[in-house]
T-cell receptor, first 113, second 111 residues
């Protein structure tokens, strides 16, 4: 089944404790992206990647890192999480530069206390 | 002004009703247009792409008006299962395709 898999689905952590949210897709998509969704603000792009070893900042990259060492994986790293990073996070992928609609992962609900 | 604007709703409609949502966008160079559906606390799912000539998928019809810079979604014969938030998405080409999401319009179909 074609899908984007995110883990974990739920995570509660403490301020400053590094964490990684994993994202993997099995559709051979070049384009991958991370979003956060907050009430009233909609989906905002954190980082995106056009292909292996090619990543760039989205609209709200502060406090996040990403890497794209393999085509299928695009982990999101929070080196020192803070409470304002409490949010619902989605990973998404798309073929060819994102022009054909995204497939989203199931989401990760992160709470930083 | 937001790049993509939607009426947040909620739109409360009875089963069987026809309901329409509009979405306006500010960048005239926008290239691709989509409607996504999002159920509460779940991931957005692609409902349909929107083409200049208009397109239909069962009870759903999407239209694009480039001159006035809006897209619309029409749902006929609403079902309880249509209750969700509908996200308008516009892409622009700034080096790569950048997706810009509206904040969504909430639909509640009532029995």
């Amino acid at each position: 089944e074609a899908q984007v898999t995110q883990n974990p689905r739920y995570l509660i952590t403490v301020t400053g404790k590094k964490l990684t949210v994993t994202c993997s897709q099995n559709m051979n998509h070049e384009y991958m992206s991370w979003y956060r969704q907050d009430p009233g603000l909609g989906l905002r792009q954190i980082y995106y990647s056009m292909n292996v070893e090619v990543t760039d900042k989205g609209d709200v990259p502060e406090g996040y890192k990403v890497s794209r060492k393999e085509k299928r994986n695009f982990p999101l790293i929070l080196e020192s999480p803070s409470p304002n990073q409490t949010s619902l996070y989605f990973c998404a992928s798309s073929p060819w530069r994102g022009s054909r609609g995204y497939t989203f992962g199931s989401g990760t609900r992160l709470t930083v206390v | 002004r937001k790049e993509v604007e939607q009426d947040p709703g909620p739109f409360n409609v009875p089963e069987g009703a026809t309901v329409a949502f509009n979405c306006t966008y500010s960048n005239s160079a926008s290239q691709s247009f989509f409607w996504y559906r999002q159920d509460c606390r779940k991931e957005p799912k692609l409902l349909m792409s929107v083409y200049s000539s208009g397109n239909e998928d069962g009870r759903f019809t999407a239209q694009l008006n480039r001159a006035s810079q809006y897209i619309s979604l029409l749902i006929r014969d609403s079902k309880l299962s249509d209750s969700a938030t509908y996200l308008c998405v516009v892409t622009s080409r700034r080096g790569t395709y950048k997706y810009i999401f509206g904040t969504g319009t909430r639909l509640k179909v009532l029995a």
